[in-house]
């Protein structure tokens, strides 16, 4: 028996070697992602979370820090905040479920230290299993202890093989050279963390599947422990839905537990209802704003902040003289 | 608490270090940690099935014990009797009852007369047409004096629920277990090494091969009539690796699982798609459900109508053929209801029937033709011709065994014979799972001499160049096994 316990360990030591080494090469020599069924990386892929993350230095201390899903990153328009007074900071990713959301404020909330956080709370993310989010930031960002916390709790496959891959990319270094891009086809990253969509109009009205919005238990233990560890930091923070088109939102036959559910956590407020806007010329698709929609959310998000007083505002209301936007 | 799953390895570790660490020296706690753990392990699904278990087993332990006490056949009979009613009445109301009763109400409703019918929401529990198998074949071995009743009740409720073998097989009947659970079991490493193998070799079969074929099976059936007649020939052929790589793998890691506690299970698949004739498929696939129903119903029924007729024709017929018919068509008629509920099942068992008559029938024209042509019998090609035949046979009654009803299962086959046949499937596929599925059939040839299919592979060569072997299937699970956790089909058994 003592042989044969001897002979396993020395076969695991032996497996995780050429484990890891195999998906390394697999990793390195095949390109097409069919050959790579359980594991994806790729830079940038959906959005710009890599460009985000090198430029929190640039974002330190900054009035609002927004945090969710691309219904953050493609509706709170930083631009906007800053005509208003307010420096901003878009730390929204696709498909950012609480998991990963958690993950960055354990990394990067005592770097950023904003002023008031504003997380968006898209009800969608809360159902999901959070794997392509992980993916996305295991490409992005830097791999460390927490990366690995989150590896486990999504404990998924492809999650573990992207993990491997990534890491030995970290410590060689091979990300150094690899080109950035910040416009692909309709979308441009803003600096700061915005990417706006080239101005389209949403039509693809149909046949509405109502469903009912399920949130996973992991999901919800995560949201709690974000929220947990931003008012620890003493950071007010408020929890906001952006719109929807009226098409999607109404496909969802729970809207008010889920409501009552993130009004437990905190001040809530859900823009499918605070404002009233027309699918097809504030929308470019049945999920995200168009640039004029943006405009209209913000401005009334804006609104609410300035009344409500969240947060003093570093610079003066800068509406008159705008700059012109710079982008990347 | 699936074999592939992150809690059955943990409490397979837990059960194991007990096993062999806490409790190795002491045969009935070797035994009671294996009860305990079996009973943890089926009440993990649905503690309910466990009474229904419990209940089966203490039944026939006691109803073994009395018919041991008695001298005189006639004195056994009524405990033998009482045995089989409930065993097979339990399977009846827990399997076949609502399905009795529609037949029931459709038949009188043939002739006119309305019937309202009354059925129940019954829960089919996980594993009972095995379990149930089991205690059968128990009974009947007793009853026939050829095994003698067990007096330990632990040995008795550890047998009808030995958790390797409970949800899915192979039937390893209580003939040939019990003698190794009365012995106290040694470790033996090289059992064990061959169990972590065959494990491995399950799993690549199962979350490889079969999961990633479950997808295009379901949308090619759940769908059949908006695809073109080679999509549909290509879902069958899905199915038909699937079903294979299912059960086979499923089998594979309750028997390597097995041989890392001490037990020896029976074989169950020989690798049944390379087989020649029909007859000889049905050596090699589910051999512990094929061997128990010779056994237990061919045979039987073969010497009962053996009895019955004295002549050596009847009406025109050869009465050992028409011996072989009448056993065939009950035990298939009965092999395919054992797989469940439904007309379909009937209809795949009797057609398997159909086939093995026909084989049957065919033995010696076959043999005079090859005489008269010169062709040996050993011919390569024809070899290969008669094996793409079976398999093709095959495939098509798999077609009744995965379709909802016997009349999609008609339509579907009526959709082959299209002249889309002979055009590009209309269903986008994945080139790396026909990759992986030619590697399977590759290794599985290669390996088909062996008890499973990597159990010979490397065996002389270097250590490091063996256990490279196997980190290559390992790393081919991780990087391609389906993410879609797919119970296995014969739970539903």
Redesign the interface.
């Known amino acids: 028996m003592r042989s044969f316990l001897l002979k396993i360990f020395l076969f695991t030591l032996f497996t995780i070697v050429f484990y890891c080494s195999s998906i390394i090469l697999w990793g390195e020599l095949l390109q097409n992602p069919s050959y790579k069924k359980n594991m994806h990386y790729y830079i940038g892929y959906y959005n710009a979370m890599s460009f985000r993350i090198n430029e929190i230095s640039d974002f330190k201390k900054v009035d609002i820090l927004f945090l969710g899903s691309s219904h953050a990153y493609r509706s709170f328009d930083t631009r906007i905040f800053s005509d208003h007074g307010y420096t901003s900071f878009n730390f929204g990713s696709s498909a950012q479920t609480p998991i990963q959301t958690e993950m960055l404020l354990e990394k990067y909330l005592d770097t950023l230290q904003p002023k008031l956080i504003i997380y968006e709370v898209y009800p969608f993310t809360f159902s999901l299993d959070g794997l392509e989010s992980g993916l996305d930031l295991l490409a992005s960002d830097r791999i460390d202890l927490q990366t690995v916390k989150m590896v486990i709790t999504l404990n998924q496959v492809k999650a573990y093989n992207t993990l491997i891959y990534a890491y030995y990319r970290q410590i060689f270094n091979r990300n150094k050279k690899l080109k950035k891009v910040y416009t692909s086809g309709d979308n441009t990253y803003i600096h700061g963390g915005f990417v706006e969509s080239k101005l389209k109009y949403f039509s693809g009205h149909g046949s509405i599947t109502k469903d009912k919005l399920v949130f996973s238990h992991l999901q919800l233990e995560a949201f709690a422990k974000s929220l947990n560890l931003i008012k620890s930091r003493g950071i007010p923070f408020i929890l906001v839905q952006s719109p929807v088109t009226k098409f999607k939102y109404q496909s969802w036959i729970n809207t008010k537990e889920i409501d009552s559910c993130f009004l437990s956590n905190g001040i809530m407020y859900n823009f499918n209802n605070l404002l009233n806007l027309n699918d097809s010329l504030a929308f470019y698709d049945a999920d995200h704003l168009n640039q004029n929609g943006v405009k209209i959310f913000c401005d009334s998000l804006i609104r609410i902040i300035d009344r409500k007083g969240y947060v003093n505002k570093t610079k003066p209301d800068n509406r008159q003289n705008r700059k012109p936007i710079i982008r990347f | 608490m699936l074999f592939t799953s992150?809690p059955f390895v943990l409490f397979f570790v837990a059960v194991f270090s007990l096993y062999?660490f806490v409790f190795n020296r002491n045969l009935k706690l070797q035994n009671f940690v294996l009860l305990i753990s079996s009973y943890i392990f089926y009440g993990w699904w649905d503690w309910r099935f466990l009474l229904l278990l419990f209940f089966i087993s203490l039944s026939n332990y006691l109803l073994a014990i009395e018919i041991r006490k008695k001298e005189k056949k006639s004195q056994r009979k009524p405990y033998f009797l009482a045995a089989l009613i409930i065993n097979i009445g339990t399977l009846i109301i827990f399997k076949y009852f609502n399905f009795f009763i529609d037949g029931l109400a459709s038949l009188i409703s043939l002739s006119g007369v309305k019937v309202s019918i009354v059925t129940f929401n019954i829960i089919l529990p996980l594993g009972i047409s095995f379990y149930i198998f089991l205690s059968i074949s128990y009974i009947i071995d007793v009853y026939q004096n050829k095994l003698e009743a067990v007096r330990n009740v632990f040995d008795a409720l550890l047998t009808f629920s030995f958790f390797p073998i409970i949800l899915a097989g192979p039937i390893h009947r209580p003939i040939g277990l019990l003698p190794q659970i009365q012995t106290l079991r040694i470790?033996d490493?090289a059992l064990?090494?061959s169990g972590l193998k065959q494990i491995l070799w399950g799993v690549f079969m199962k979350m490889v091969i079969a999961d990633n074929c479950v997808g295009y099976v379901s949308s090619i059936f759940h769908d059949f009539e908006s695809y073109n007649s080679s999509a549909l020939v290509l879902g069958a052929f899905l199915f038909t690796v699937q079903i294979y790589a299912d059960f086979a793998g499923y089998s594979n890691i309750a028997i390597g699982i097995g041989k890392l506690l001490g037990f020896n299970i029976m074989q169950n698949f020989a690798y049944p798609y390379f087989s020649r004739d029909i007859r000889d498929f049905w050596k090699r696939w589910n051999m512990s459900l094929t061997t128990w129903f010779r056994d237990y119903t061919f045979l039987p029924v073969a010497y009962w109508v053996s009895g019955k007729i004295k002549s050596e024709k009847f009406y025109f017929i050869n009465t050992e053929f028409l011996i072989y018919i009448t056993g065939i068509t009950v035990t298939w008629m009965l092999t395919g209801l054992w797989h469940g509920a439904n007309y379909t099942f009937i209809v795949w068992g009797l057609i398997q029937g159909v086939f093995l008559i026909f084989y049957h029938a065919s033995v010696k024209p076959r043999k005079r033709l090859l005489k008269r042509i010169h062709l040996s019998n050993n011919n390569s090609i024809f070899i290969f011709v008669e094996t793409l035949f079976t398999l093709t046979i095959i495939m098509f009654s798999w077609i009744f065994f995965r379709a909802e009803n016997v009349g999609e299962a008609c339509k579907y086959i009526s959709g082959i014979f299209t002249f889309s046949l002979f055009s590009v499937p209309d269903i986008k596929t994945?080139?790396?799972l026909f990759l992986m599925i030619a590697l399977f059939f590759i290794v599985e040839w290669f390996g088909r001499k062996q008890e499973y299919a990597i159990a010979g592979i490397g065996l002389k060569w270097p250590v490091?160049l063996r256990?490279?072997l196997?980190?290559?299937i390992?790393?081919l699970i991780?990087?391609?096994?389906s993410?879609n956790e797919s119970p296995f089909i014969y739970f539903k058994f």
Do not use: N
């Open positions: 992150l062999w470790f490493k064990a090494a994945d080139p790396v490091l256990w490279s196997y980190c290559i390992i790393f991780g990087m391609f096994m993410t």
